[in-house]
């Protein structure tokens, strides 16, 4: 019954989104207010229902309802109940769901949000949203309906991927699609200034703030995504370049391009053409990568169950929806006249050279993610691209980004003074280089590519320094600087911590495998680890080896490590799990291999030790508060209670 | 003209998208097709005592199944194999990968045998010999013990009239 429920549910949810996007989008065009007014209820009544559907669905989870297909192939009876719940969005149908909540969310969100915008603009932003909705939703009821029975139903389900029975696996999916679904509001702002011709600075400003707060949820979904990449797969590293993650990564390369292009076209009204362009971009990426992700034509270590059926779907609508908007967008492109002049050397200039830096790196990433693909189609043979390639071409592309993002700030508007620049910046140009060349020195090793992390990560942060001292001597305070200066430098700032943690994880890590017999000891950069044997463990839904590891330095016992190798009892699939310790200048990382005889007394034993890994979740949580912190920046506010009285008038009127 | 750059790159890509949706990335040409099957003697699930062997099959047409009762995709194509069975066209052999449960002996007493011989790859090592990258794969063998086509993922229906059979009807079965 419940099941049924969810599915009537998801049918209500798709009539709502048809009103939601047909009647406001004729209505704004005829200037028609009431069928406009339509939008907001439309759009609400639309996430209560997919709330109610994502509710049913999580119900049959917690019941263990295996008559339900998506259940009985994701679920299990001995899965720990927080799982079961998290399990409702394990699965492409469920994960779906998940995304057309979050869809329904950022609707309702506007809907709310917005009484200080025109109604026409409302009307098409809401409409936009809602034929997003429809697209999903029936691609939701038509090829992955979540709600299927299946009878008769298996005595117990086949559990849920042991990969995905992790916490970090429980948030990351949710404010990934935070994310990705939050440069929709981006792109309906877009569209609708495009189908109103109104392309004027208003528009950046009203999609500015939204734009910061998707890419936050975006940052954090691809750091939490990293971190459980890192601490599950057992393998110690934190990122593949594997289609997935590029599918991730692409949106958020463009998103920061657009955060950026935005300020210019608010500010200076310059850059709408291509701020439009970046829009569309970003949450393009957003739906390309769930068509590479759910299609099958990549293939990547972790990637849903493929269907060809849904692969035409979801290509179709990218069809549709890519396509159209870019016709809309060389439609409308005469109409859209930069203003604001600005000379080579301005802020102006600055960000436009960080925008192109970011695209050809996302052209980069692009072209190394489809090229098997391309050659593929092409029949020209299968290949994979790995790491490799994206180093060699990512890395030397974001040095100019890193350089840039040091000046960008510190510039004027319009035209700003290199000799007055070079002077402000001298010392802590010196002083990067400084750090550049000497600190490598001090660690193992002189590497090229940590002399330049660390000259490029120690400049960022000089340059935050620099940027808070210039404004203190202007006479502002700490307290009334504004909250996007605040955002914008601790974003920066995170990105400085980040570069720098990369740098060092990526020039010295060390890692070691070994043979070890209990009392068997290793040394790995200072540390003495010694094996104590493994024990039988039994989890809820899983066998384990369970071994322990001690950490010693200079003779002082500092930590036991308990790494497992587990054995899950309804899919019989091994996992790795390390047992991390995380410390903030450098993480012990162990992890259990193949027992190596019968008895399974000796073990093959992998040692790492990271230093500095920790600084990358740490810069990207600057990045993520960053971007809150200038979204809710005053001046949004204030907008909103200085025209909602025009609103008013112009309504009475 | 500028303006409509982005929407002509869009169109590129979905014409490769469209190509891509009819492509397998995962299918690897093996390097063993048109090459001797590599030999193997491993024993048999539910009668250790006897082994199986691909030498046994030289002058048949047979098809090998790598399996394993863990593997969720397998259960899709276990209907089919059921039939084929039946239906009698060539001896399907089914290797049992990677069993460390011992699971296969009592599943295939459930669900039905399709196979003519299941032998037992425990180790997984005859699953590297023959280049196994993950259950299910199929091979088609001929009577001189060359392998003529691999198939990776579960068999439809569908796969096998449009993939199978043509290859069979050419080897003369």
């Known amino acids: 019954m419940i099941p049924e429920l969810g599915h009537f549910a998801l049918i209500v949810a798709l009539l709502l989104a048809i009103t939601q996007a047909v009647l406001p989008l004729i209505g704004a065009q005829r200037g028609n207010l009431t069928l406009m007014s339509v939008a907001r209820p439309a759009a609400q009544g639309q996430f209560v229902f997919t709330v109610i559907a994502f509710i049913c669905l999580a119900y049959s989870f917690l019941v263990n309802d295996f008559t339900v297909e998506n259940v009985a192939s994701n679920s299990f009876s001995q899965l720990p109940e927080l799982y079961r719940f998290t399990a409702t969005w394990g699965s492409h149908e469920g994960s779906l769901l998940l995304w057309v909540v979050i869809l329904a969310f950022w609707t309702t969100a506007v809907s709310v949000f917005s009484r200080h915008l025109p109604d026409d603009m409302v009307a098409r932003v809401l409409g936009v949203m809602g034929l997003i909705s429809i697209g999903f939703l029936v691609f939701l009821l038509t090829t992955s309906n979540p709600f299927d029975r299946l009878l008769p139903a298996p005595m117990d389900g086949r559990d849920m991927n042991p990969l995905l029975q992790d916490w970090g696996m429980i948030i990351h999916p949710p404010m990934l699609y935070m994310g990705y679904v939050g440069f929709a509001v981006a792109f309906a702002f877009a569209i609708a200034a495009l189908l109103s011709g109104r392309l004027d600075a208003a528009w950046a400003r009203w999609s500015r703030p939204w734009t910061t707060v998707a890419w936050a949820f975006l940052t954090l979904g691809i750091a939490l995504g990293s971190w459980w990449a890192y601490r599950e797969l057992g393998w110690g590293g934190w990122w593949f370049w594997d289609p997935t993650e590029n599918a991730s990564f692409m949106p958020w390369i463009a998103g920061t391009a657009l955060i950026h292009s935005l300020a210019v076209t608010e500010k200076r009204g310059a850059f709408k053409a291509w701020t439009v362009l970046l829009a569309l971009t970003a949450f393009s990426l957003s739906l390309l990568g769930t068509f590479l992700v759910r299609s099958g034509v990549l293939s990547s270590v972790h990637a849903f169950a493929t269907d060809p059926a849904r692969g035409a779907f979801i290509l179709a609508f990218l069809v549709l929806v890519i396509g159209g908007s870019l016709v809309l967008y060389a439609w409308r492109a005469p109409k859209m006249l930069s203003g604001g002049g600005f000379t080579w050397f301005s802020r102006e200039a600055l960000l436009l050279g960080n925008n192109v830096v970011l695209l050809a790196a996302l052209g980069a990433v692009l072209l190394g993610t489809l090229y098997p693909l391309l050659i593929d189609a092409l029949g020209m043979g299968k290949i994979s691209v790995g790491p490799p390639y994206f180093n060699a071409v990512f890395v030397p592309l974001m040095a100019p980004a890193l350089f840039l993002m040091g000046i960008g700030p510190l510039a004027r508007w319009k035209e700003a003074s290199l000799p007055d620049m070079v002077s402000r910046l001298k010392w802590a140009l010196a002083i990067s280089v400084a750090t550049g060349l000497l600190l490598p020195l001090t660690l193992d090793g002189f590497k090229p590519w940590a002399v330049f992390g660390f000259a490029m990560s120690m400049w960022i942060f000089l340059t935050v320094l620099v940027g808070f001292r210039e404004r203190l001597k202007n006479g502002a305070r700490l307290s009334t600087l504004t909250r996007s200066f605040w955002g914008m430098q601790l974003a920066h700032l995170g990105m400085a911590v980040g570069v720098a943690g990369i740098t060092v994880v990526a020039n010295y890590e060390v890692e070691r495998d070994v043979r070890m017999d209990i009392g068997d000891h290793t040394e790995l950069a200072g540390y003495t680890f010694t094996f104590r044997g493994t024990t039988e463990h039994v989890g809820p839904n899983y066998r384990a080896a369970r071994g322990t590891v001690e950490v010693s330095k200079n003779g002082k016992k500092l930590y036991v490590l308990h790494p497992e190798k587990r054995i899950y009892n309804a899919s019989g699939m091994p996992m790795t799990e390390a047992s991390v310790r995380p410390v903030l200048f450098d993480d012990i990382y162990v992890a259990l291999g193949e027992p190596l005889d019968e008895e399974a007394k000796t073990w093959a034993v992998r040692v790492f030790h990271k230093p500095f890994i920790n600084w990358l979740w740490i810069g990207s949580l600057l990045m993520v508060v960053g971007g809150f912190l200038a979204a809710s920046d005053r001046r949004y506010r204030i907008a909103v209670k200085a025209a909602a009285p025009t609103a008013a008038a112009a309504q009475g009127a | ?173």
């Open chain 2, 1 to 173: 003209m500028k303006r409509w750059i982005p929407l002509i790159l869009f169109l590129v890509l979905v014409g490769f998208f469209a190509k891509g949706l009819f492509l397998n990335p995962r299918e690897v040409p093996s390097p063993f097709i048109g090459k001797a099957a590599p030999d193997f003697t491993l024993p048999v699930v539910g009668d250790p005592n006897t082994t199986f062997s691909p030498a046994e099959m030289k002058g048949k047409v047979w098809v090998m199944n790598v399996w394993a009762p863990w593997c969720v995709s397998c259960r899709q194509e276990h209907g089919l194999l059921m039939a084929l069975a039946q239906s009698q066209t060539a001896p399907i052999v089914g290797l049992n990968w990677k069993d460390k449960d011992r699971e296969a002996e009592m599943l295939l007493a459930r669900e039905g045998n399709p196979y003519f011989a299941v032998p037992e790859d425990l180790s997984g090592k005859v699953g590297i010999d023959w280049g196994v990258t993950g259950t299910p794969e199929t091979y088609v063998i001929d009577q001189a013990g060359i392998v003529r086509m691999k198939h990776v993922g579960p068999i439809s229906p569908e796969i096998w009239k449009e993939k199978f059979e043509p290859k069979l009807k050419e080897l003369g079965v």
